[in-house]
Nanobody
Framework: VQLQASGGGLVQAGGSLRLSCATS????????MGWFRQGPGKEREFVAG????????HYTDSVKGRFTISRDNAKNTVLLQMNSLKPEDTAVYYC?????????????????WGKGTQVTVSS
């Protein structure tokens, strides 16, 4: 499975960005998906996950109420809508996939990773 994240950029605090992750697989609906990020000098952390059906989602506490993960199984794409961005959201964002039904809540079992997209939030 090949994954390609896009949509990153430079935005002022309080602004919004929408990240997109396109996948190569024809059975995208069989994969649970997740977004992760790695800030400067920090370890990679889980941001959001979505089950393969899209019915279940999970977020890390710091983004709850600001970020929304969604998926379009017809377009083999997973999205991350990021609102009310803060400087601490600055990071390289990665999408990842695992061949499973349930919603990811961490990096365990994520088998495929895409190249990241840089998000920079200025204060």
């Amino acid at each position: 499975v090949q994954l390609q994240a896009s949509g990153g950029g430079l935005v002022q605090a309080g602004g919004s960005l929408r990240l997109s992750c396109a996948t190569s697989t024809r059975i995208f609906s069989s994969y649970a998906m997740g977004w992760f990020r790695q800030g400067p000098g920090k370890e990679r952390e889980f941001v959001a996950g979505i089950s393969r059906s899209g019915e279940s989602t999970h977020y890390t506490d710091s983004v709850k109420g600001r970020f929304t993960i969604s998926r379009d199984n017809a377009k083999n794409t997973v999205l991350l809508q990021m609102n009310s961005l803060k400087p601490e959201d600055t990071a390289v964002y990665y999408c990842a996939a695992r061949f499973a039904r349930s919603c990811p809540v961490n990096a365990y079992g994520m088998d495929w990773w895409g190249k990241g997209t840089q998000v920079t939030v200025s204060s």
